[in-house]
């Protein structure tokens, strides 16, 4: 996901100068790649994004806030780490933003929910704005509870996305058509039919309504889809155990 942000960064020229922190990545071309903070000489940069797996940041914590900066801003994308687990492993004065990004962000079309902690000021707001503009849409919450549901939402949507272009093909394939027309037609169906949602003032349901003839093929198919234990039955669940999860995070 770092590596997502870091590509939209580059591609938008928002930023100009990283430094990208990890312990098994070689080279980056254009960026300066070390493999742990002590191998950042001077002082730190002013805005350090985290973008380890959560189990990481016990790990990652402590050595940064021997070093952080007083005025520095701290933006998390971590799944399920809190506000307040931050305030208690970089200190309370530590201005942190907590988010969730989302992969499309690679090509410009993530989608971010903020969440500010006590200590951000409106230059905070406004570097993490830029920086997550630059890859997509962004939006601010107050109420940090709802990043849990959040994380379940647009942080892991895009492999639910991806799995429905797996499973159109599979099922394309189990109609009788060749592998390669099979995955042509899922991938173009799913992604046109989201960008026409994205590009259209109709609401999803009226695009479906609109698509959908009584008797007709696509009504065969709903039926099945809309049954009581169809897809937005199993979503539901998938939501909710994602959820589950996150709040499973947060907790240890
Ligand atoms: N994947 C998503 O769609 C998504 C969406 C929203 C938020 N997130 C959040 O983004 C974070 C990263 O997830 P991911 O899926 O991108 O995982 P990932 O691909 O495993 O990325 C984690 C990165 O951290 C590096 N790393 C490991 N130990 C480190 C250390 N001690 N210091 C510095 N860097 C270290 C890893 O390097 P090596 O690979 O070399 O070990 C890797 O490049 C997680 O906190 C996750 O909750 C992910």
């Not at 903070?37 to 350090?48: F, M, R």
Request: aromatic letters at 2%; one cysteine or more.
């Amino acid at each position: 996901m770092g590596g997502s942000l870091l590509k939209g960064w580059r591609e938008s020229g928002v930023v100009d100068r990283a430094i990208v922190v990890d312990p098994a990545l070689p080279s980056l071309p254009g960026t300066t790649v070390v493999a742990s903070l002590a191998e950042v000489a001077g002082d730190l940069p002013k805005t350090i994004l985290l973008a380890v797996k959560p189990q990481m940041l016990d790990a990652v914590l402590p050595g940064l806030k021997e070093r952080l900066p007083a005025d520095a801003l701290v933006i998390s994308i971590a799944a399920g780490k809190t506000l307040a687990y931050f305030a208690d492993r970089l200190g309370a004065s530590a201005a942190v933003v907590r988010t969730m990004p989302n992969t499309p962000a690679a090509i410009g079309r993530g989608i971010t929910v903020c969440c500010a902690g006590a200590k951000v000021d409106e230059a905070g707001r406004a570097t993490t704005d830029s920086l997550l503009s630059a890859v997509g849409e962004v939006t601010w919450t107050a109420d940090e509870s709802l990043m849990h549901a959040v994380t379940a939402v647009s942080g892991s949507g895009p492999a639910y996305v991806f799995l429905l272009i797996e499973a159109l093909q599979a099922a394309a394939e189990a109609a009788g058509l060749p592998a390669d027309l099979a995955a042509r037609l899922a991938r173009e169906t799913v992604t046109g039919s989201g960008e026409l949602a994205r590009l259209s003032p109709d609401a999803p349901a009226k695009l479906r309504a609109d698509v959908t003839s009584p008797g007709g093929t696509t009504a065969a198919a709903l039926a099945v889809l809309m049954a009581d234990d169809g897809l937005p039955a199993l979503m539901k669940r998938a939501v909710a155990a994602a959820t589950a999860r996150s709040e499973e995070l947060a907790k240890g």
